[in-house]
Nanobody, 121 residues
Framework: QVQLVESGGGLVQAGGSLVLSCAVV????????MAWYRQADGRELEMVAS???????TYSDSVKGRFIISRDNSRNSMLLQMNDLKPWDTAVYSC???????????????WGQGRRVTVSS
């Protein structure tokens, strides 16, 4: 069974750092674009950062200069390094990946289970 497995996150004081990781588990052909999304309580889902297969990254204005997205294509994994965290970064963070499967004609969208990040002031 193909799935995205996340780890990391937790509780940190404002100004601190956390790392989120996401790994593709299962039989796949290739991994396309990957991204991190977050959703704070009562707020809409927001894309935080995305990265192409060639490691071209984009960031939302709210995290630009503080967060770094990276991927390891040899391990089908992705990281989100979060620095200088603010209380308003508090949210559930989920990874996304576009996966090509042996059994599917078109790439499929997959989501991780979500990890909570809490930043205290």
């Amino acid at each position: 069974q193909v799935q995205l497995v996340e780890s990391g996150g937790g509780l940190v004081q404002a100004g601190g750092s956390l790392v989120l990781s996401c790994a593709v588990v299962g039989s796949i052909v290739s991994v396309g674009d990957m991204a991190w999304y977050r959703q704070a309580d009562g707020r809409e889902l927001e894309m935080v950062a995305s990265i192409t297969g060639q490691s071209s990254a984009t960031y939302s204005d709210s995290v630009k200069g503080r967060f770094i997205i990276s991927r390891d294509n040899s391990r089908n994994s992705m990281l989100l390094q979060m620095n200088d965290l603010k209380p308003w970064d508090t949210a559930v963070y989920s990874c996304y990946a576009e996966l090509s499967l042996p059994t599917a004609r078109r790439p499929q969208d997959y989501w991780g289970q979500g990890r909570r990040v809490t930043v205290s002031s």
